[in-house]
């Protein structure tokens, strides 16, 4: 890497800081991960004359070697609207590639705060805007994730050219849904194993699942899960599966869950990550303590 390091445990309180120039709540995040079981492997910083000002790192998910997503990635708030973030962000993008990675995602929130003017401020507009002119494009939105009246915009960036054989395949006018009576897609018995409130946000929960159960998971399964976060006040349930698992599609459905959008070619070239949304009805929302 041409201008990044690696970061150090030494770093830490210099990191945890300049990410406290622009978010209180995603220091105090940030920290818990350096120092407790994320660590600070992956994660990187950016020195000028001594001073670290920027940070940035990357998490590789489960059954996705060639899949990262940026993590914790900022400028010192003293020093943005000088280029550090483009230079920053191409030599991690340049490193990724070196390491093999096809592709690429990163999450940021369309929070407005009022500032002391009285004007509207969207926070992570500039962050976008630069995401963007690298080449990211928005790939998905969860309305309402973080909070009520706050999405998650997920944008992904290829890195390596795709796989022509299986984007060339005609598969006529099929949908999605169509897909999972393919001989392409799989039958696997997927069973959910946790009910959690998802990290950062404020009542969007999730399922945990494996797919090493014997049966498939019924809407009868679902039901209960979503019976749990009612109990927890939660407001919104937020799924996904890999699209070549088939006979989810029916089940979600039934129990009231929607088609939410997809992360193109995440697993791989051809198998992508399928997202679903579950909103509890707004009367029970405004009935919560």
Known sequence: MKLLRAMKKADIDAVVDLIDSHDEDDAEDAKAGFTGRDGIDDYFVLEVDGQIIGVTGFRTPPACEQTHWLSWTYIHDDHVNQGHGRRMLGDMLEHLKELGGRKVFVKVSDYVEVDESGERVETYAAALHLYKSLGFAVELTHKDYY????????????????????????????????????????????????????????????????????????????????????????????????????????????????????????FEDGIHEQHYTYNFPQELLLGHD
Request: hydrophobic share 40%; aromatic share 12%; glycine share 10%.
């Open 147 to 266: 909070d009520a009246g706050e999405a998650m915009i997920v944008l992904g960036l290829r890195l390596t050219e795709g796989d022509a054989s299986f984007k060339d395949a005609d598969f006529g006018d099929a949908t999605f849904t169509d897909l999972g009576k393919s001989p392409l897609l799989q039958a696997r018995p997927v069973q959910f194993n946790a009910v959690f409130e998802i990290a950062e946000t404020d009542g969007a929960f999730s399922f945990g699942w494996s797919d090493d159960g014997k049966k498939m998971f019924s809407t009868e399964d679902v039901e209960l899960g979503l019976e749990e976060v009612k109990k927890r006040h939660g407001r919104a349930v937020f799924l996904s599966f890999p699209s070549d698992y088939k006979d989810i599609d029916q089940r979600l459905f039934a129990a009231g869950f929607r088609n939410s959008g997809v992360l193109d070619d995440y």
